[in-house]
């Protein structure tokens, strides 16, 4: 088999999704990019690609209800009468959003923090207690880092306003995991 890591498997598999890309409608095309990023993922894992998903599926999640947060503090603002009626709703929706924002955030990190430093946790368990925990086999993708900083940023994009929810989680996915963020 072909390593992940040679320039052999970088033309076949980056060829054979240019070709796919250049083929299908336009209005498709982030499919196959999609598509090509989980396969390039699942190599590069040996087939563990739970930790893209799961992110994933957290950071649109934490996007829409944020946004959904969003939305709501700017019907109740412009139905207020006054200023002080107007703070009074940012104010208990900006704590409600930094709720969310603390939810999303913190559970992507766990993802992390799981797939790198599990390992670390045991072994800091099992010195400082009469403990032996076994250490766990965990295959990390590559550039779980980066992608679960993307997400970070993207959950703090939505809660800022900056950018509206994607509302397509597939969408969420591939914008995490584009294969080509990772290339270098």
């Known amino acids: ?12 598999f980056f ?12 209005k498709i095309r982030w499919i196959i990019l999609l598509l090509g990023s989980y ?9 563990h690609i739970t930790a893209i998903i799961l992110a994933s599926l957290l950071v649109w999640g934490a ?7 969003n ?16 703070k009074a709703i940012k104010e208990k929706y900006n704590r409600y959003k930094r709720r969310i924002l603390a939810v999303g955030v913190v559970s992507v ?6 797939c790198k430093y599990i390992n670390f946790f045991i072994a ?7 403990l032996s925990i076994g250490e766990l086999s965990i295959i990390q993708p590559l550039g779980i880092s980066f992608f679960i900083l993307q997400g970070i940023s993207y959950i703090a994009d ?7 929810a994607q509302k397509n989680p597939l969408r969420v996915s591939l914008y995490l995991s584009f294969m080509l963020t990772v290339v270098e």
């Open 39 to 47: 396969a390039f993922y699942f190599v590069s894992a040996k087939g």
């Open 71 to 86: 939305k709501a503090m700017k019907l109740k603002r412009k139905q207020a009468k006054d200023k002080e009626e107007k």
């Open 109 to 114: 990190v766990l993802i992390l923090l799981i």
């Open 15 to 26: 060829g054979i999704t240019a070709v796919l890309y250049s083929i299908v409608p336009q």
């Open 63 to 69: 996007g829409l209800w944020l946004d959904k947060a």
């Open 1 to 12: 088999m072909i390593s992940y890591t040679s320039f052999s498997f970088f033309l076949l």
């Open 124 to 130: 800091t368990i099992n010195a400082v207690l009469p």
């Open 158 to 164: 939505v809660y800022y306003g900056k950018i509206d």
